[in-house]
């Protein structure tokens, strides 16, 4: 049974570019939540998606946004990448007031 | 505002010593309080976690106990090993929704 996926695992970006990491939850879960971590710091929550909608949503500004598939299946979206955008950002999935499983994360280089 | 205050920053622990680490909270409405080992270059995973119905939860060597009164809860690692060597984050939930993580501590255990 494959966990959480994220992909890719590694991306470099320009300044001012956009950016689509996406996830695949861990099989049975319908809950998807993404995290940012900076360097040295504790997760940051984004924002949540359950059937396909966003249902809670962290203090991150509108220029993230994100999508949930039919198949539990999410994507976060970064537009007009600044340098402080630079992290790891974690996929966690869950199923209705279960644990949250934490896929491997995507290291965001912002140049 | 940080919800979760955890503590210490880093410790240093022996090889078959006791490793503790520490976490506050100020919203009484989390009612789900997990703790995560994060590898460098990896996403957190699971260790252990609690509701505050109990005082103590163990699982092999991991041990956390839980002060509601207090609004503190604890990591005990027993007869740490150099491969604990990583960094702990708790966490604290309404739900199993978003998670308010600490900021970590980064435990070296020395052989």
């Known amino acids: 049974d494959a966990g959480v996926t994220q992909s890719p695992t590694h991306l470099i970006k320009t300044r001012g570019q956009q950016v689509t990491l996406r996830c695949s939850p861990k099989?049975?879960?319908?809950?998807v939540s993404w995290y940012q971590q900076a360097l040295g710091q504790g997760p940051q929550f984004i924002f949540q998606?359950?059937?396909?909608?966003?249902?809670q949503r962290g203090n991150f500004p509108d220029r993230f946004s994100g999508h949930q598939f039919p198949n539990y299946s999410s994507e976060l979206n970064v537009n007009a990448l600044l340098l402080g955008d630079s992290a790891l950002y974690l996929c966690?999935?869950?199923?209705?007031?279960?644990?949250?499983?934490f896929g491997q994360g995507t290291r965001l280089t912002v140049v | 505002q940080q919800q979760v205050k955890q503590s210490p920053q880093s410790l240093i622990v022996q090889k078959g010593g006791i490793s503790i680490i520490n976490c506050a909270y100020e919203n009484t409405a989390f009612d789900y309080f997990p703790w995560y080992q994060q590898f460098p270059g990896k996403g957190p995973a699971l260790l252990i976690a609690?509701?505050?119905?109990?005082s103590e939860k163990k699982e092999g060597r991991f041990t956390i106990s839980f002060n509601k009164s207090a609004k503190q809860f604890s990591l005990h690692i027993m007869d740490s090993q150099p491969g604990d060597s990583a960094t702990y984050f708790c966490a604290a939930s309404i739900s199993g929704n978003q998670f308010y993580f600490g900021t970590g501590t980064s435990l070296t255990v020395i052989p």
């Open positions: 998606y359950y059937e396909e909608e966003e249902r």
């Open positions: 099989s049975g879960h319908d809950t």
């Open positions: 609690i509701r505050p119905d109990v």
């Open positions: 966690a999935s869950s199923l209705w007031e279960t644990v949250a499983f």
